[in-house]
Structure formats: structure tokens, C-alpha cells
């Protein structure tokens, strides 16, 4: 995209420079390059640095509703699951970071840039590693295709976000705006992606856990176990109003998965290990 | 260790494995028309036409596959024809890990606040940042290095898969 736009603005430039001969032709050329300026502008992405400051100023506010749950050999245990998840990936380099979030709701976030939390909540209704690996690898999803990035740009604040990508905003350094954008951020969380995106780091998710050597099937055992709980649960309120229904997401993996991750079959789960490490405290 | 007691152990784990996955017996109904089979295998021979609906007990768990009873019949089922339990009676837990979630484990330190807070939507409006909590999360980040051995670990095995086409 970046090449192509150079591109369009170097045949509009050209002709400016090379017929300077009079009068109209000239204006509207110039009107042309303005208008190439602001289509540049307005679909310029924010680099990988830029990406991660937002995100971290975002999982910041996220643990400011929520703090880590202190249990530092449980966080190390979901860090290095995550992080073996996030190297079978094609961002393997981000800074990635995993956090349990101190907290009975049942939920799990992503933050641009490779921040992952699941809630306490959340990892106490699963049964073995290959589930905690199903979640977060549904997260590391939404980083990988920056499903909050796109879901920015498309809100309120798409402004700041072109602002940002054309250094208008300083990622660092405590601009304002910058902390108008990462409240917009924050609050994604209380409306919600759109549902292709939860659909997409569905199908992505149970890939990634099969690519780290899991049961892939970790996955659709959480969301089944969350179908088994009582729907009027407050603790589950916010992830049903996030998240596309349960039933619909099952099927459409259920449509999927048996044919392209059959050769998945019999990669372990384990739930001993992930016993051990719970129980550990 | 010598031979002989690696060979133990393997057994032991083996045999706690085998009781981590039953699931005691957990109640499910059929979310669709599938097939019962023999054993846990697509091309596995069958065993009985199961209808929508139609109810069963859920005895263990193996990839993608349950085992069930339904009637006199035991087989297996595919994990995602089967929907768990019965949503009115409420939780269901197998693992037995609840009680995390009690905040009366005796892990959780309750922090002083003010104001709101929590994962709910006037939380999340009303969060603020909390520098120094992003810190400890960044302190327990893992290196690439630690995750391949902990992978080792487990004995998971990188493997390629593509990613699922959209339907």
C-alpha cells in the first residue's frame, strides 16, 4: 500500500514539476497532490513501535480496572505457554506478554503489540494447558491481524489514529491525544471487536495451539465449558455481550477443524502439567 | 534415575493422566445428528445414529472426541456434535480448580481502590493507568529461549499447520 500510494503522489508530483507552464492546470495539480496528501494520511498505518507504546498505554488502563493476580509462579507459567504459542506465529519478535488478571469475571484480552490477559476467573474453569493455550492463542490472534488498530481507525478517533501514524503524535512523551487514543482503546473492550474478527481469531487460534504441539481442540472445550454455565452469571456478562454466541462459534469450528487439523490427532493436553502448576500455591 | 524407575514414573503419569481427563460422568445432549463410534477416530467403525437432542453422559475426553454412554451404548462422540451440560443448574466444573476464582484460596490480595473498578463496562470507562502493575507483568515476561525449553518440557513438538480458511 505504502509503495502504491508513493507511487500515485510521484505521477502527480512529476507533471507539477515538469509542465510549470501556466495557468490552470497548474492549480488543479496542485489540488491533486493535496488530495493524494489526504488519502496518504488518512490510510498510513502506525509502525511496530508506535503499535506497541499504544498498546502498552492500554494494558496499563486494562490493569488499572483489573490488577494482576499475585501469583508470580502461575504468571510465569502462562508466560512461557504464551509465549511458546507466539513463537509458531508470524510476529514471533514482538515483546509479547501474558498476565491473569486478579479478577472472578470470565474474560480474556489483547492489547496491540503482544499484551495478553486472561482473568483468574477464566483460567479457573479450565482443565488442562491445551485449553489455556486455546485462549490465548484466540488473543495473540488479535494482535497478529491488529484487529484494535482497525477497530481505532474505524471509530471516534480515527483522526488521532492517521495523527499518530504521521508522527503529528508522539507515541511517548505524554501528548493528551495520545491519551484520548488509549482510552478509545480501552474502551473496545467494554463494546467489543467485530464479530469477524472474534470468528477470525477462532479459526487462527486453534491453528497456532496445533503449530505449538497442543491438542487444538483446547479451544472449543472453553467455550463448551462456558455454554455449561448459567447464562445469567454476572461474571460472564461483558464476554457474552463482546463475543459472538458460543453456539455460533462452535459450529463454525466445528465445520472446520476435523478435516484440516485431523493430523493433529493424539498432541497432548496436558493437564497434569497445568494441575501442577495451579496447584502449586 | 535409572531405567527402571523412569519406566515407573512414565506409568504413574500415564496412569494420573488417564484420571485428569475423566469428566465423572458430566451430563451432555447432542447439539447435532452424529454418529457414535467404536473408538475415537473419524473412520472408526460405528456404533449408533445419535439424534439432536438426544441425551448422554460424557465419561472422558480424548482430543477432539467424548466418551459417552447413552442408554446401554458406550462410544465415542465428536467433541463438537455434543453441547455440555444443562445450562439451568448452573456451574459445571471438572477440573476442580474453582475455587481460584472464590477469592477465598488465599491467593488473592484484596488492593485497596477507590472508586470504580473491575472488568465490567463502567470499569473499563473509568480505568486509569497503573504504571507500576505494567511493570510486574513485563518482570514475568518468558525469552524465547525459556519458552522452546519449556515446550521441550511437555514434549510439545513444533509442527506446520495453515490457517483455516473463512467459510
Known sequence: MRAQLFFASLLVSLPVAAFDLGGFGNIDLEKAAKVVQKVQKANADINEPQEIDLGGGIASNLLGAAPLWDNPPVQRYVNKVGRWLALQTERPDLPWQFGVLDDDDVNAFAAPGGYVFITKGLLARMSNEAELAGVLAHEISHVLRKHHLQALKKGARSELMSDLANDAIKSQGGDPRLSKLVSAGTEIYARGLDKQDEYEADRMGVVIAARAGYDPYGLPAVLQTLQSINPNDSNLALMFKTHPALGDRLSLLDGLMSESLADSEGQPDLAERFASQLKAK | ?167
Request: with cysteine; net charge positive.
Open chain 2, 1 to 167: 534415575m535409572n531405567k527402571h524407575s523412569r519406566w515407573l514414573m512414565a506409568l504413574m503419569v500415564c496412569a494420573s493422566m488417564q484420571s485428569g481427563m475423566a469428566l465423572a460422568g458430566e451430563a451432555g445432549a447432542m447439539s447435532k445428528a452424529d454418529e457414535m463410534k467404536a473408538e475415537p477416530f473419524r473412520d472408526a467403525k460405528s456404533v449408533k445414529a445419535l439424534a439432536v437432542g438426544e441425551k448422554l453422559d460424557i465419561l472422558s475426553k480424548q482430543g477432539g472426541w467424548f466418551k459417552v454412554k447413552v442408554g446401554k451404548a458406550t462410544g465415542w462422540v465428536h467433541m463438537l456434535s455434543v453441547r455440555k451440560g444443562d445450562a439451568k443448574k448452573g456451574a459445571v466444573n471438572s477440573s476442580g480448580l474453582l475455587a481460584l476464582s472464590s477469592g477465598r484460596a488465599g491467593t488473592g490480595k484484596v488492593v485497596a481502590t477507590t472508586g470504580v473498578r473491575g472488568l465490567n463496562e463502567e470499569g473499563l470507562k473509568a480505568a486509569t493507568f497503573n504504571e507500576a502493575e505494567l511493570k510486574r507483568a513485563e518482570a514475568n515476561a518468558s525469552s524465547k529461549a525459556d519458552a522452546a525449553t519449556f515446550a521441550k518440557q511437555g514434549k510439545l513438538v513444533a509442527r506446520s499447520f495453515d490457517y483455516l480458511p473463512a467459510k
